[in-house]
């Protein structure tokens, strides 16, 4: 989605996805759109924090168990992907292994080569403890300038969150809208352009 639609506006993206059918889906949309070749660099891989190149057992089902297939994949990390100079925006959306994304690419944000990223998770699903290591992560390892949340089918964001925000952070969940976004800016420009969002107050975001 996103990737593609950066591509339409000539902008180059990497889309790493493990799913064969989706990248059927993919490969012919770039086709049928006529994107340059040297625009989408397409990867049927996992990302993951395992050694680049591990077999990975891949489950796909769509939501039905009776259209389930399993097969095997190729784990890639972030940081041995040939990206350009920087990334302006890296955008996550995983089921479940979110840190291990993050911690694939933790070279990229040490080198400060990544400037904005979006991440989503799912408030039920996760564990208070493992959204806990998540958000630990995102704000004291990688160290992003500002940080943001979100509601994905809303076009608002709120923030910038406190620490005092990121400290309950993980005991919230909505069992109504359980998957939130996070936005983090790692601009050192970004107190330079402000950015439009609404004071965030967690009792009323999570409903």
């Known amino acids: 989605?996103?990737?593609?639609?950066?591509?339409?506006?000539?902008?180059?993206?990497?889309?790493?996805?493990?799913?064969?059918?989706?990248?059927?889906?993919?490969?012919?949309?770039?086709?049928?759109?006529?994107?340059?070749?040297?625009?989408?660099?397409?990867?049927?891989?996992?990302?993951s924090d395992l050694p680049t190149n591990s077999t990975v057992d891949f489950t796909?089902?769509?939501?039905?168990?009776?259209?389930?297939?399993?097969?095997?994949?190729?784990?890639?990390?972030?940081?041995?992907?040939?990206?350009?100079?920087?990334?302006?925006?890296l955008k996550i959306d995983v089921d479940n292994s979110e840190l291990n994304v993050l911690r694939s690419g933790e070279k990229l944000f040490r080198e400060k080569r990544v400037l904005h990223?979006?991440?989503?998770?799912?408030?039920?699903?996760?564990?208070q403890s493992k959204k806990e290591t998540?958000?630990?992560?995102?704000?004291?390892?990688?160290?992003?300038?500002?940080?943001?949340?979100?509601?994905?089918?809303?076009?608002?964001?709120?923030?910038?969150?406190?620490?005092?925000?990121?400290n309950e952070l993980s005991k919230r969940k909505d069992e109504k809208r359980r998957v939130v976004g996070l936005y983090a800016s790692f601009d050192k420009n970004v107190n330079k352009a402000p950015i439009k969002a609404e004071q965030y107050n967690a009792d009323a975001f999570f409903g």
Not at 33 to 47: E, I, Q
Not at 117 to 127: A, E, F, R, S
Request: proline share 5%.
């Open 1 to 47: 989605e996103l990737g593609l639609y950066a591509t339409a506006c000539g902008c180059s993206a990497h889309i790493f996805e493990p799913d064969r059918t989706m990248i059927k889906l993919i490969s012919s949309t770039i086709t049928k759109n006529v994107f340059p070749t040297a625009a989408v660099h397409l990867y049927n891989n996992v990302v």
């Open 117 to 127: 990223l979006i991440l989503k998770y799912d408030t039920v699903k996760n564990d």
């Open 134 to 166: 998540l958000i630990r992560y995102l704000r004291t390892t990688l160290k992003p300038k500002r940080v943001y949340i979100f509601h994905p089918t809303e076009e608002k964001l709120y923030g910038p969150l406190k620490l005092i925000h990121f």
């Open 60 to 89: 796909s089902s769509n939501g039905k168990t009776a259209d389930s297939d399993s097969y095997k994949v190729q784990s890639i990390q972030l940081d041995d992907v040939s990206w350009p100079s920087s990334i302006f925006l």
